[in-house]
């Protein structure tokens, strides 16, 4: 396949980009309506570890990962490289020598839905990683593609300096222009659930704070005492 490398495209605002690292990944795609989340299946290789960047995207061939060489170029201080290939692979295309190379720029992690090897050096040298897969399978290095064009990771449309959000529960991309709007609707929801938090120590249910008495009424759940469903089964 022919490619292209585009050079320095925009970016999300690096201060919005740092803003967002406060807040979990759940909490961001939530203040997004629900959206922005990449599949289940791609998941951290450590643990307690929170990241937020902005994408340098690539896409390349399954068990090929020349454009990643490629990519290593284009990154620059708070990003995190995208990986995708044109078809599922699960080969070890990313390892500890390209995170020494990217950690050397500056780049905070990286998120691909192929697989990656080194995972023991990874941890030990703090360069956080999310992947379909952890596989020994080594790579070629023969054929073109793409860096900074969108990509699709698992449904989600990545563009380059999209940010991206990583940690325990997975990943989110935030949609450049939408980094600021973002991180002022998180700040309102962690408010709220702080809030709701605090009636759940004080020993609120969730039923009469979330209204959902009337919900169940509406769908036709009722309560039984134990004698009363016995009674109704006999």
């Given amino acids: 396949m022919s490619g292209v490398i585009v050079t320095n495209p925009p970016k999300a ?36 570890v929170r990241v937020a960047g902005t994408a340098v995207t690539v896409i390349g061939w399954p068990g090929d990962n020349l454009m990643i060489h490629a990519a290593v170029e284009q990154c620059g201080e708070g990003d995190i490289l995208v990986v ?27 998120v691909t839905s192929t697989g990656i090897r080194d995972t023991q050096e990874l941890r030990d040298m703090g360069f956080a990683a999310w992947s379909r897969a952890v596989s020994a399978q080594g790579t070629v290095k023969a ?6 064009v969108p990509i699709v990771v698992d449904g989600q449309v990545v563009h380059p300096g999209d940010a991206i959000l990583a940690d325990d529960d997975g990943v989110v991309v935030v949609p450049r222009r939408r980094v600021a709007e973002t991180v002022e609707r998180s700040e309102a929801r962690e408010a709220k659930e702080a809030a709701t938090r605090a009636a759940f120590v004080d020993g609120q249910l969730g039923l009469d704070r979330y209204g959902l008495r009337e919900t169940l009424r509406r769908l036709g759940v009722e309560y039984r005492t134990y004698e009363e469903y016995e009674g109704e089964r006999s």
Avoid: H, W
Avoid at 16 to 29: C, F, I
Avoid at 87 to 108: H, K, M, N, W, Y
Avoid at 143 to 148: K, L
């Fill in 13 to 48: 605002e690096l201060k919005d980009v740092e803003a967002l690292a406060r807040y979990g990944v759940a909490t961001v795609s939530e203040a997004m309506g629900r959206t922005g989340l990449l599949g289940p299946g791609i998941r951290p290789v450590q643990q307690g």
């Fill in 84 to 110: 995708t290939t044109t078809s599922p692979c699960t080969d070890g295309l990313f390892g500890e020598l390209f995170a020494t190379a990217l950690r050397q720029r500056g780049v905070r992690g990286v």
């Fill in 143 to 148: 054929t073109g593609g793409s860096v900074n």
